[in-house]
């Protein structure tokens, strides 16, 4: 797939990247649909690929104040299924993820999800998970996922996962961020066409 520039600033994140894999895709839908494909986990099964389902185990307290956006009321609020703010899941991968050394099932934290304008007007969203697994000399990640209206009726979904840490660098010695990068595109890629689809099963044919 083509990559192109990221449409809105992203705030650095508090750690070093050692790899930073960068993923784009442009899909016919506006950003909220796109948006809430990616936080309903049990969508998942039906186009990502590289991670195919999750548990969401742990979710904050109601008298917990979070940095809910009122956007996600519509979105997240009806189901237990949906990623939100300070939530703790699980994600497990595809089985060509295990055997290429880079699918042990992981524990993430939502660090945020928010509401996005830039300054030419586009208007989408951003959700920000990060790994709860490793000390932070070990490992340290964090994936940024946005989804920008791009004018035309479509959605520009770009990503960044960063990785830090000792571990980091035997993942790049070992060029498992290449594998990494093919495992998220053809997640992209199930993704488009599921929501253009609008909801269909995507059929892996080497999965």
Not at 25 to 42: G, H, M, Y
Not at 81 to 87: D, E, K, R, T, V
């Amino acid at each position: 797939m083509t990559a192109s520039a990221p449409l809105l600033p992203r705030k650095p994140s508090d750690f070093k990247p050692v790899i930073s894999i960068y993923n784009h895709i442009s899909i016919a839908a506006p950003p909220l649909a796109v948006f809430s494909a990616v936080l309903n986990t049990t969508t998942w099964s039906s186009w990502n690929y590289y991670n195919p389902s999750a548990t969401i185990y742990y979710r904050p307290p109601s008298s917990v104040p979070q940095p809910k956006p009122s956007f996600l009321d519509t979105v997240a609020e009806s189901s237990s299924s949906f990623l939100s703010p300070g939530c703790k899941f699980t994600e497990f991968h595809c089985k060509e993820a295990e055997e290429a050394g880079v699918g042990k099932p992981q524990n993430l934290e939502i660090v945020a999800i928010e509401e996005l304008q830039s300054q030419d007007g586009k208007n989408g969203y951003r959700i920000v998970w990060r790994l709860l697994d490793w000390s932070d000399w070990l490992m340290r990640t964090r994936r940024v996922h946005e989804f920008v209206a791009s004018g035309n009726g479509q959605t520009e979904y770009n990503s960044w996962t960063e990785l830090g840490g000792l571990l980091a660098w035997i993942v790049k010695w070992t060029s498992g961020d290449r594998k990494m990068k093919s495992l998220f595109e053809k997640s992209f890629e199930g993704l488009k066409v599921y929501v253009e689809s609008e909801g269909n099963q995507v059929q892996f044919l080497d999965n």
